[in-house]
């Protein structure tokens, strides 16, 4: 029930969203190692594909919301290193928290009041999306309002169709050897998404399409 409340929800801000009376944005983080994502791929005939790989824990992490009337995608990207508290002086949640709290600030700077006097923002619930920072920030920023998803509801979180279609991409059956090589590939890959806007909106509207594009 709460489901499928939720989901008519949705619908009703999307519709707010396409008639301009606000701008939805679907939000949420992924993580990237270094290792490579396996995945089947084409081959010569009797030559194995290779992939290599190392012992390696870093990661980085892709904060991103995706407009879902335009397909524009504002992001921030997160360097974490294996055993980041000894190496930062920050656990990983204050990281996550710092960084989405920038993350919305560069929401704030992209959409700002005055030109976008709501922006709805609908996020999942991991703990970092709240906190006296990200309390401080929306203060700040009053047009900025967090709507969180019902928990096990991947079909109301569109973004993560888009991830799909980027680690595919990006980072399947590639091995990086340092973190700013993958934060390079990440930028550049999501720079392309940006210059193909339909496609996006097109693989969101469409689960379908997405999944094809993984085979």
Not at 112 to 135: F, K, L, M, Q
Not at 160 to 189: C, D, G, P, Q
Request: net charge positive; charged share 25%.
């Amino acid at each position: 029930a709460q489901a499928a409340g939720s989901s008519r929800g949705a619908r009703r801000v999307k519709k707010k969203a396409q008639a301009g009376e606000c701008v939805l944005l679907s939000q949420d983080e992924a993580r990237f190692p270094l290792v490579p994502t396996l995945r089947a791929r084409l081959g010569v005939k009797g030559h194995r594909p290779m992939v290599g790989t190392w012992d390696n824990k870093d990661q980085v992490y892709c904060f991103a919301a995706l407009n879902v009337v335009s397909g524009q995608l504002t992001t921030r990207l997160l360097e974490q290193p294996a055993r980041s508290q000894t190496k930062t002086g920050q656990s990983k949640p204050q990281r996550l928290q710092a960084a989405f709290a920038a993350h919305l600030k560069d929401i704030a700077r992209a959409y700002p009041a005055s030109a976008y006097p709501e922006v709805i923002i609908t996020i999942d619930n991991a703990s970092w999306h709240g906190g006296a920072s990200i309390r401080q920030v929306l203060e700040a920023y009053p047009h900025l309002r967090l709507k969180r998803l019902p928990s096990y509801s991947p079909q109301l979180h569109v973004i993560e169709r888009f991830w799909r279609v980027l680690r595919r991409r990006a980072t399947h059956n590639r091995l990086f050897t340092s973190m700013a090589s993958l934060r390079a590939t990440l930028r550049n890959n999501i720079g392309y998404f940006q210059t193909m806007r339909h496609k996006v909106l097109s693989l969101i509207k469409s689960p379908r399409k997405t999944k094809k594009m993984q085979s």
